[in-house]
């Protein structure tokens, strides 16, 4: 075991996944010589030479176009979007090449994509952005979304091995905020929800840092029972899981960093709508950020994004219902 | 760097008079006719009311596929268009499958996942394209990337249209190539129209001139003679196979029909047509193996016979079984990367066959 940041566990499973499988090969912009604008590849270039990680031209679309051709004769491409934000210029070359390749034409695109993600840094609306639900939507791309330093290092692995597109979304907020135990070596967590604290009055379900901002905001809510569910895989979405915890706790309050209208919370309340309805003592909660693009002046940004103080505020009123 | 028409028809066929036998260049017409023939049943079946969907064809474009998959090898990759039917059938496809995708059976290459031609057998080395030109672009050159990384002798090819060079993945995958000097064959086919849209209004210069601003060799070669493309793919394959970078390959042709069924092409002057009709690559590689002694004749009427017993199959064939259209999103065991295709060019098939410069014509 060694105590690895939520950003060291990320490099910790690309270093070896490089060590272990000369398939893989990491690509991006900046990654190389200059370690990657948050320097997750930060001593690759020199560990692993100018091929395996590899310094692309600025072109988001020719990133994720050139992963799924090399994936398809035989490697494990890794692509760093350097902000998730930026998928938007490659979302042709995954939504319909990388989605819908083994559907159409039974060839697997092994392909995993780092998506730098989340707000809370004054980065603006284009560096913000938490744009998970997008890939949710298009059929094809598994998507997950780790909170701890175990499930960073683990599920990278897992996603790298995996025969499918994987979205990975790191958020940024925890690259050196969060710390943890993390087993040494390679392996692999399932892309399945974790109880990140047991409880049977109320759940809270979160996934990426709002899982944090969930943990904080019910610790010590008046001395209830909360629990908090860590989805960490958006696509699949762990519904035995989900419909378990509201079976247990019977009220849920579920958090979105994401943009309100169709985020992966909206799927949550769907399920639980349509399948716990039975188990439910109250409505089906959201606590998200609005529609609106994320602004960058510090009091702007803190009253869009959800805080510890809007969650614990949703539990209670819930709580009292 | 770009030659005219005629400079590249004529030295391109003196060139390919040394690289392929007459069984090769029957081979050619073989193609040709096959894919003609095949793509006239499927739309007599679209007529029918047999085949779903609308409906796209090649005519006219035959060689333009047929010359330059000829000269690729078995460990070669290639994305293929819209209108190059005779690049699946040299890498193997069997016409029954193409009948089967076109009228959406299970029998066909995707099971009737997907339409027409939008198809790739995996199996056979080939990925079939998508609707958002020309984004097989950056596939080619991803799988370039690969053999470079992986010091293999191998190279990509894909075709894509003069409208997909207004696009920004033209420009993306044109630039990576040059930069990392790739061994990728890009062949743009220009069929002078994207769906009604004429060359003037896509490009203010020819877009072959754009290779040499991207660091590599753009040729322009009469896209309606097989032999000059399968030479001038075959000399593309050499260099690249050298480490010498990329090649963009103009072949400049007509389309002949609508982009679609459906498409009367009100918009194409009657002359322009009938110019390009007496250019046809059939007639053109006919008349060469006429003159060198073939019986075309029997050839023809070889290829109908098996073009009806294709129909018959295919017609023959079930749909896909309703209860599986949820299948296969996602790959549930290992992942498998594109198998080897046939490649019945002689030149690799002779012993010790070189390609040209020397080295072995497929990787070991």
């Known amino acids: 075991m060694s105590t690895l940041t939520y950003l060291q566990a990320i490099s910790s499973a690309l270093r070896d996944e490089l060590r272990a499988d000369e398939r893989v090969l990491v690509m991006g912009e900046d990654i190389g010589v200059f370690g990657g604008a948050f320097k997750v590849t ?69 392909i995993t994509v780092r998506l730098p993600s989340g707000g809370g840094f004054s980065g603006g609306p ?38 499918n597109p994987v979205c990975y979304m790191e958020h940024k907020h925890l690259y050196r905020r969060v710390k943890g135990e993390v087993a040494d070596g390679v392996f692999e967590t399932p892309f399945t929800a974790r109880v990140a604290r047991p409880g049977s009055d109320l759940v809270v379900i979160a996934y990426g840092a709002m899982v944090h901002t969930a943990l904080e905001a019910t610790e010590d809510l008046d001395g209830a029972s909360i629990e908090v569910l860590d989805l960490r895989s958006l696509v699949p979405m762990d519904e035995v899981a989900i419909l378990e915890s509201v079976e247990r706790c019977s009220k849920v309050v579920i958090i979105d960093e994401a943009n309100t209208t169709c985020a992966a919370g909206a799927e949550v309340a769907a399920l639980i709508a349509e399948r716990g309805f039975e188990s439910l003592d109250g409505p089906v909660v959201r606590v998200a950020t609005p529609d609106v693009p994320i602004p960058f002046s510090p009091p702007l940004e803190q009253a869009v994004l959800p805080s510890v103080d809007r969650v614990r505020e949703a539990c209670r009123e819930l709580l009292e219902y | 760097m770009a030659t005219n028409i005629a400079e590249a028809s004529a030295s391109g066929k003196a060139t390919a008079d040394t690289h392929l036998l007459l069984e090769d260049r029957v081979w050619l017409l073989r193609a040709m006719l096959m894919m003609r023939g095949l793509e006239e049943r499927a739309m007599t079946l679209y007529r029918q009311g047999k085949v779903p969907g609308s409906f796209y064809d090649g005519y006219g474009q035959e060689a333009v596929s047929a010359g330059a998959a000829f000269a690729m090898g078995p460990e070669d990759r290639l994305c293929v268009l819209h209108r190059d039917l005779a690049a699946h059938l040299i890498r193997g496809v069997s016409p029954a499958r193409v009948l089967a995708q076109y009228m959406g059976r299970a029998t066909g290459i995707t099971n009737g996942r997907d339409g027409n031609v939008h198809f790739g057998d995996w199996q056979l080395g080939c990925v079939g394209m998508v609707s958002m030109l020309p984004d097989m672009m950056l596939v080619a050159t991803g799988m370039a990337m690969a053999f470079k990384l992986r010091g293999e002798r191998r190279c990509a090819l894909t075709w894509f249209g003069d409208g997909s060079t207004s696009r920004g993945d033209f420009h993306e995958a044109m630039n990576w190539a040059g930069v990392q000097k790739l061994p990728v064959i890009f062949i743009l086919e220009n069929n002078q129209y994207a769906y009604s849209t004429p060359l003037d209004k896509q490009f203010a210069v020819d877009p072959v001139e754009r290779a040499a601003a991207y660091g590599f060799v753009g040729v322009t070669v009469d896209g309606n003679d097989a032999e000059a493309m399968f030479e001038a793919t075959r000399a593309a394959r050499v260099r690249v196979l050298q480490g010498d970078g990329p090649t963009l390959i103009e072949a400049v042709t007509m389309r002949m029909h609508g982009h679609a069924a459906h498409d009367d092409m009100k918009y194409v002057p009657k002359e322009q047509v009938e110019e390009w009709r007496k250019r046809d690559p059939i007639d053109r590689q006919e008349t060469r193996l006429r003159e060198a002694g073939v019986d075309v004749d029997a050839l023809r009427a070889e290829i109908k016979a098996e073009i009806d017993a294709a129909t018959a199959d295919a017609l023959a064939s079930p749909m896909p079984d309703a209860a599986t259209a949820a299948d296969g999103v996602f790959c549930d065991g290992e992942a498998e990367p594109l198998r080897d295709g046939q490649a019945p060019w002689s030149g690799f098939r002779a012993e010790g066959a070189v390609d040209g410069d020397g080295q072995p014509a497929v990787a070991p």
């Open chain 1, 42 to 110: 930060d001593g690759f270039f020199d560990e692993f030479g100018p091929e395996r990680v590899m310094d692309t031209p600025l072109a988001e679309s020719g990133i994720i176009g050139t992963a799924i051709g090399a994936a398809v004769v035989g490697m494990r491409p890794v692509c760093e979007m350097q902000f998730s934000d930026f998928i938007s210029c490659g979302f042709d070359q995954l939504v319909n090449v990388a989605g819908k390749m083994h559907y159409r034409q039974g060839l697997a695109v092994p």
């Open chain 1, 126 to 163: 284009f560096h913000s952005q938490n744009p998970e639900a997008w890939f949710m939507h298009a059929p094809g791309i598994k998507v997950v979304a780790p909170s701890t330093a175990e499930d960073a290092k683990g599920l990278l692995h897992a996603a790298i091995r995996d025969p």
